[in-house]
């Protein structure tokens, strides 16, 4: 199964844009590319998923090239409360399974 | 709803000890699936089940048992408590077998000594 990795850590500040980007080259036909939040002491939250090309919602953007090798996810204007644990990870349709990343922890900063 | 809930919320167990993890959904969601999370290590997945009665292997699935006898439920057995097992644990399910987002349970922080 496609390993994914990611910056272990990313310092911003509030109204800022966060990019975070995450490598994975042996990214499989049938996988999608998924992205959660983890705050402490909680479980982990759904942030995007995406294929290929660029998605959207009311939270964050999902870039993904054509070779599909990486993804960036990007959060517009972050605030504190945006400060958390953020997973790349592939959801494998052939084998049923997400597989997550290391993640990478944001601290945004006043 | 409740969603996804699992008891108990901390734990500890003696080597040798076994016990058992609950989680229960009330989304009637078919995918059912636990991960353990150790510090550093992300989340690591270690069964998961797409309908009731059908169970398969994660990453890391040894020490561990499952059962799917409903659609609900999808407890986790320790059958011998390790200390390697020390971890938290989470519950997470899905609509069904495809890439819908999961929806994770609070955890289970469990110490085995």
């Known amino acids: 199964l496609a390993k994914t990795t990611q910056p272990i850590s990313m310092d911003s500040y509030e109204g800022q844009e966060v990019n975070i980007t995450c490598s994975h080259n042996?990214?499989?036909?049938?996988?999608?590319i998924t992205w959660y939040q983890q705050f402490p002491s909680q479980g982990p939250r759904f942030i995007i998923q995406?294929?290929?090309t660029k998605v959207t919602n009311e939270v964050a953007s999902l870039f993904i090239p054509a070779d599909r090798k990486s993804s960036t996810l990007s959060l517009p204007r972050v605030s504190l409360s945006d400060t958390a644990v953020y997973y790349c990870s592939l959801f494998s349709g052939g084998y049923n399974k997400l597989i997550f990343g290391a993640g990478t922890r944001l601290a945004v900063h006043p | 709803n409740a969603g996804v809930t699992q008891t108990p919320k901390f734990q500890v167990l003696k080597t040798g000890q076994s016990m058992t993890l609950q989680c229960a959904q009330d989304?009637?969601?078919?995918?059912m699936s636990w991960y353990r999370q150790d510090p550093g290590m992300g989340l690591r997945l270690i069964h998961y089940s797409v309908g009731a009665g059908i169970t398969d292997q994660g990453e890391v699935p040894n020490g561990y048992n499952v059962s799917r006898s409903t659609t609900e439920d999808f407890p986790l057995r320790l059958l011998s408590a390790a200390p390697s097992q020390t971890s938290v644990y989470f519950c997470?399910?899905?609509?069904?077998?495809?890439?819908?987002?999961?929806?994770f349970g609070p955890g289970t922080r469990l110490t085995v000594l």
């Open positions: 995406g294929y290929k």
């Open positions: 989304m009637n969601h078919e995918y």
């Open positions: 042996n990214i499989a036909t049938n996988d999608y």
């Open positions: 997470a399910s899905s609509y069904q077998a495809s890439y819908n987002e999961q929806f």
